[in-house]
């Protein structure tokens, strides 16, 4: 598909029959691989995040007219310019993701490269670090988070917290 997967939400919503291959490219950060018990071996790790996006492919399988196939094309532990995650601290004193600039940044990152990120419909960053969940809704969303049974339809970056474990995204 090329890094674009606006294209493949307006098809969904046009409500003909699809089957929609999307590429996801992972990066991480350091936190994330001293947290996660499969990163000492890559093959282990590889296959933990392949299973990992498998395991968000289901969140897709009662789509009435689209099936979903998400396909890892890129993992790369994150060594770029860009501060990700954006870490703030609270008037708690505790520090968290901060939500928004970690998205902000995710996309400038794409943008300056586009041609290295051409294999990626969905970029996807994860992170060891807690994330603010503050603003969870009563349905489980939060801003950012596309309702349930859909996909983004512009920037096509995301951010999760795993706790390399139990898949918790």
Known sequence: MGGDAGRIAKSMLSKKKLTAW?????????EYT???????TPEDFRAYLEVLVKAAELRFRDLENTKIILT????EEHKGNETLPVIEVGSSGMSYVESDKTIQELTKMRERRPSYYSLCDV????????????????DG?????????????????AFIHDNGKTHST
């Not at 890892?72 to 993992?75: A, F, K």
Request: aromatic share 8%; charged share 15%.
């Open 22 to 30: 999307i590429g996801v490219c992972i990066i991480y950060d350091q």
């Open 34 to 40: 001293t947290i996660n018990p499969y990163s000492s």
């Open 72 to 75: 890892v094309t890129r993992i």
């Open 123 to 138: 970029l996807l960053f994860i992170t060891g670090h807690s994330v603010d969940t503050h603003l969870i809704n009563d």
């Open 141 to 157: 969303t939060w801003p950012g988070l596309p309702l349930k049974g859909r996909i983004c339809e512009h920037e096509s970056v």
